[in-house]
């Protein structure tokens, strides 16, 4: 057994997030330790995004930092894994400083790869030929097992974890490199999930995530049966051990769309809270988008959302600058905005990625200051209006899981050592802050809010 050290840092979404966390423990199991300091690393291990240009930027500028590393130290072994590595492949490797690309759908295989790299010193490129077609029963299976066998929960956040229902993308909106480095969308088997969530509620997990890129489609056929989200959320209610359960990220379709809903307001155990992003408020854009729903439509997909599960928090994501974009197009998009009533929206600039559709079809008419001042100015009007909505919750008592310590300071500075600050999340997904004990972390308790902020619930612990 080899006692090679190693480190990984990781870009990008949830789901690298967790793709990090199951190489961690497969490289583990297989007998690496781990660092936080990358200098002590025989071999570095680079999981990427490729959303957006920014992200891919980070890590060119990461692996120029990694060269350095390499001049003081020749042997080690620099690993880029994850989206960017499928969507660039060999010319990666064409880079002195790395030795091993991977793609998202050979993690399994990474503690063979990065110890062959280390025992004979060749680069090594394992990504998949052609990404759009279909996993055969083989890989899904070896899929499968990684991630039953290395999802643990001392992975994640303490009480915390996050389990994948389904991979891929088959949406295919225009801006968006998701289904060219992740593949077709592949549904996993509802027993393989719902018996890693009980492993996971052994292991005194209480909230577990669950996660897809538009996991509202999940949906798993076998012989005459066949399972949508909505069936995973009654079966993993009855896991006990399990208090919450959230699932991100939903793409606004009627598909499923009652059922899930349905689900949520007939199970306590699933959380109040919808991120469903609309992308933009302007038709015109969201055709060219290649989202299939009118700002009408999704306005009303709101509605009901609100009316069949009162109380339920929303968040969405928007793209600004969208090639095509005029001025008229942000404002109904900032009209959209005003109307929907988000807790929290992600906004955007639109860059343009390689190989997608806007890329290939569409010029990037907006200029990047435009983009700029469109982003502070939504940013600005979703600001007021979760100032808004946090302020109702004043004088309130909500429950929290607690995250950990909080890592930025905030109002209420910590009172010491034995009462830091420390930060959680409501049912609904408010951030809620408030000093304690750093025992509580991973545990429920109640706390009773005392000032807000946009985005920032500030409490006091309550009985
Ligand atoms: S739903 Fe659209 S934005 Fe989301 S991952 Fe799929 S293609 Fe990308």
Redesign the pocket.
């Known amino acids: 057994m080899t006692s090679k050290i190693v480190h990984i840092k990781t870009f990008g979404c949830q789901m690298n997030k967790l793709d990090s966390a199951l190489v961690t423990a497969s490289l583990e199991k297989a007998g690496f330790r781990l660092t936080d300091t990358v200098k002590e690393a025989d071999a570095v291990l680079i999981n990427t995004c490729s959303v957006r240009e920014h992200a891919e930027q980070r890590v060119l500028s990461h692996l120029g930092h990694l060269k350095h590393i390499k001049k003081q130290k020749p042997n080690v072994v620099v690993a880029v894994i994850g989206c960017m590595a499928q969507r660039l492949g060999p010319e990666l490797l064409d880079d002195n400083t790395v030795d091993i690309v991977c793609g998202p759908a050979q993690i399994p295989q990474i503690p063979q790869i990065v110890t062959s790299a280390l025992n004979e010193k060749h680069k090594l490129l394992s990504i998949k030929d052609s990404i759009r077609q279909k996993p055969d029963d083989q890989e899904n299976l070896a899929l499968d097992e990684f991630e039953s066998t290395f999802d643990r929960a001392e992975q994640n956040l303490p009480g915390q974890a996050f389990v994948r229902v389904m991979r891929g ?1 088959d ?3 225009a801006y ?1 490199v ?2 060219y480095v992740r593949g077709p969308e592949v549904s996993r088997p509802p027993a393989a999930i719902i018996d890693q969530v009980k492993r996971l509620a052994d292991e005194g997990v209480k909230q577990v995530t669950l996660l897809g ?2 996991v509202n489609k999940y949906k798993y056929a076998a012989g005459q049966k066949s399972s949508c989200l909505a069936d995973l959320l009654y079966l993993a209610s009855e896991v006990d051990g399990i208090d919450w359960i959230k699932f991100v990220t939903n ?1 606004p379709s009627e598909q499923f769309y009652d059922e899930i809903l349905k689900a949520m307001a007939d199970l306590p155990k699933v959380c109040p809270y919808l991120h469903i992003p609309a992308q933009s408020g302007s038709d015109k854009i969201l055709r060219a988008m290649n989202r299939h729903y009118t700002a009408a439509q999704y306005l009303e997909m709101l509605d009901k959302a609100r009316s069949i599960v009162p109380g339920i928090a929303l968040s969405g994501d928007f793209i600004v600058g969208y090639p095509g974009e005029t001025e008229e197009d942000f404002h109904v998009t900032v009209d959209l905005v005003k109307k929907a009533r988000y807790k929290n929206a992600f906004i955007f600039k639109y860059s343009p990625r390689p190989g997608t559709k806007a890329d290939k079809n569409l010029t990037d008419t907006v200029p990047h200051q435009i983009k700029r001042k469109r982003n502070t100015e939504l940013l600005a009007v979703q600001e007021k209006i979760s100032a808004e909505l946090a302020q109702t919750f004043l004088g309130q008592t909500v429950k929290v899981l607690v995250e950990g310590l909080s890592k930025k300071p905030h109002l209420n500075s910590a009172e010491g050592r034995d009462n830091p600050q420390l930060v959680g999340r409501t049912a609904t997904d408010w951030i809620v802050v408030f000093n304690g004990p750093p025992s509580l972390a991973g545990r429920f308790v109640n706390a009773k809010i005392t000032k807000t902020a946009p985005l920032t619930l500030f409490a006091d612990p309550a009985p």
């Open positions: 993308c949406s295919f909106c968006c998701v289904p890129q538009a793409y």
